[in-house]
């Protein structure tokens, strides 16, 4: 692979150079066959080459993984990157992201700037979710509980990664309830920040109602705005969910339980009080359930 430079083009295929944190584009010629690949998918292998250094890129869903190398300076593999309509890639903690990419497991900060979520305060997968489960949740037995389609999910995750709003995703709430709650969970930074999870936990422990209240309301405007906003949809769908239990059969606890692990998470995976841990992040939610009014 020669690393000369190309005009950026939509669909441009990048791979990662020797400097640090630098990407290099592929031939065009190399590039219309990833993408031609690309498009179709699913898992394959492509030979860019048929003589040395052999190289391998592996597609996968809507992604791509590495491109494989038998040159001794790289045995693991090199990234290999999708660009877009001329974007200069953008670099997170000296990881390269192109604008135009995946929904699931990106940090907020960058998500933000993909087109999708341009003139939103939250996500656009986000919101879609949350206004189809604030009219449809409440009508549901068993919402967030019950389990959806895996194929289903993978199609849906599939089309958002991709840069398309699917059509599919409204035609099942319990896929709309499943989607929500793994992008949530995919979040690289959970929604509560990771390193604020000790005072989480304290805050938890406080028994007294008013102190409890004003400990949330500070620790709340602590967090950043995207994460605040989407915490407070968050909560008022779990509440609107809880009034409608005679239908829902989802009452504060069963949404805790549903819930905690995906929005609340340590800096570092510790396993010491595990069981303690989750029994204070379960009541915390429920609390922060109960007293939405208060706190948002």
């Known amino acids: ?5 190309h005009k950026l ?13 630098s990407i290099v584009p592929f031939t065009p010629d190399i ?25 391998v890129v592996l597609l996968g869903y809507g992604g791509f993984k590495q491109i494989r190398r038998t040159e001794k300076a790289n045995p693991k593999g090199r990234d290999v990157f999708r660009g877009w309509d001329g ?30 979520n341009c003139g939103h305060d939250t996500p656009l997968i986000f919101k879609n979710c949350i206004k189809i489960l604030m009219e449809l949740g409440p ?54 920040v990771n390193e604020y999870f000790d005072c ?19 620790m709340l405007k602590k967090l950043p705005k995207t994460n605040f906003l989407m915490l407070k949809d968050l909560f008022l769908l779990f509440e609107t969910i809880k009034k409608a239990e005679s239908v829902t059969r989802m009452d504060d606890t069963n949404l805790a339980i549903c819930w905690s692990l995906n929005l609340f998470r340590e ?17 915390l939610t429920i609390s922060m359930i109960n007293l939405r009014e208060n706190i948002f």
């Open 87 to 116: 974007k200069v890639c953008q670099y997170y903690q000296g990881y390269p992201y192109p604008p135009h990419q995946q929904t699931f497991g990106i940090h907020l900060d960058i998500l933000m700037k993909h087109p999708l």
């Open 9 to 21: 083009q939509r669909g441009t295929w990048f791979f990662a150079g020797d400097k640090e944190n």
């Open 200 to 218: 989480w936990l304290d805050i938890g422990r406080i028994t007294d109602k008013n102190i409890l209240i004003q400990n949330l309301k500070t």
């Open 139 to 192: 009508k549901s037995d068993g919402i967030f509980r019950e389990s959806a389609s895996k194929k289903m999910l993978d199609n849906v995750r599939k089309s958002w990664d991709t840069g398309h709003v699917p059509d599919e995703m409204i035609s099942d709430i319990n896929v709309v309830a499943g989607i929500l709650k793994e992008f949530v969970r995919d979040l690289p930074v959970c929604l509560t």
């Open 1 to 5: 692979i020669a690393e000369k430079k």
């Open 267 to 283: 800096l570092t995976e510790n396993t010491q009080n595990l069981n303690n841990k989750l029994e204070i992040l379960r009541k």
């Open 31 to 55: 590039t219309n066959k990833l993408e031609e690949t690309y498009s179709n998918g699913n898992f394959v292998f492509y030979r860019v080459s048929e003589k040395p250094p052999r190289d």
